[in-house]
């Protein structure tokens, strides 16, 4: 049997063989067969796609189409997404770690993605904290002194509620030498941290199901809701205050009190 590969390219879950989009896709298997480590060892595996950086700002490009440029005002014709997060810099994105997939939509996208996709998108999948215990560590070593670190914890709490942390350690010397002071140049240094939770929910509708999970991205807290349940809570506010504003007026003995519930 062929194997079914899932992708989200039109922001729910659908099998690739279904989607409407020139596509290619990588699941984790598939990037660690193939060691790619990051995104610039995505441009010798996939075809139509490249990548370069400029300092720590990647630039990415699918079917010949990107931008070199960095600044303000100067947004890729490349979406990057991280986790349905747009990146308006993708800073630090071309190290992979912990990944459940990678998804390169080529074309534009600006219906599904918004601006700046008019060459495609480029969709980064994390793996989600799962009720079961795992853990995992990688090392890798190689010429110019490379020392690459890759370990990830997944702690279950409770029957639904579980913690997964990843991180990512890489050094590497540089590729020039510099003659002159005696040392190498163009180094790689990289150390990064993620992590996520998710807590049980209620039932739908209420406060307990509102949260889907939290993670910490660069220091940053992330808050993902259920777009279901927020829809829901605000109709359900609003009503209530509709109804306590009827209320009001019919039970209003003064103009003034009138003036104010209208």
Do not use: W
């Not at 997060?85 to 939509?105: A, G, K, S």
């Not at 029957?159 to 540089?174: E, W």
């Not at 190498?184 to 406060?207: K, Q």
């Amino acid at each position: 049997a062929v194997e079914t590969v899932v992708v989200s390219a039109e922001r729910r879950a659908h099998a690739a063989a279904d989607e409407p989009l020139s596509v290619d896709v990588l699941d984790a298997g598939a990037l660690d067969e193939r060691s790619a480590n990051n995104l610039g060892d995505l441009a010798t595996i996939l075809p139509g796609f490249g990548y370069t950086s400029n300092t720590v700002i990647g630039q990415p490009f699918i079917r010949g189409l990107g931008s070199q440029l960095t600044g303000f005002g100067t947004d890729s014709s490349i979406a990057t997404y991280v986790d349905g997060v747009y990146q308006t810099q993708p800073i630090d994105l071309q190290y992979l770690y912990d990944v459940d997939r990678v998804e390169i939509l080529k074309g534009p996208q600006g219906t599904m993605y918004g601006r700046n996709a008019t060459g495609g998108a480029i969709h980064i999948l994390s793996r989600r904290p799962t009720p079961e215990f795992e853990a995992e560590a990688n090392l890798a070593l190689g010429d110019y002194d490379l020392r690459q670190l890759r370990a990830m914890i997944n702690v279950p709490v409770g029957d639904r509620a579980a913690v997964r942390v990843a991180g990512l350690s890489l050094g590497r010397d540089g590729f020039m030498h510099d003659i002159y002071r005696d040392r190498r140049l163009d180094g790689a240094s990289v150390e990064a941290l993620r992590g996520e939770a998710v807590f049980p929910v209620g039932a739908r509708g209420t406060i307990a199901s509102l949260v889907r999970r939290v993670a910490l991205r660069r220091g940053v807290v992330m808050i993902e809701v259920d777009a279901t349940t927020a829809a829901t809570l605000a109709h359900q506010m609003m009503r209530v205050c509709v109804e306590m504003q009827l209320k009001c007026c019919k039970s209003a003995k003064s103009k003034t009190a009138s003036a104010i519930c209208a």
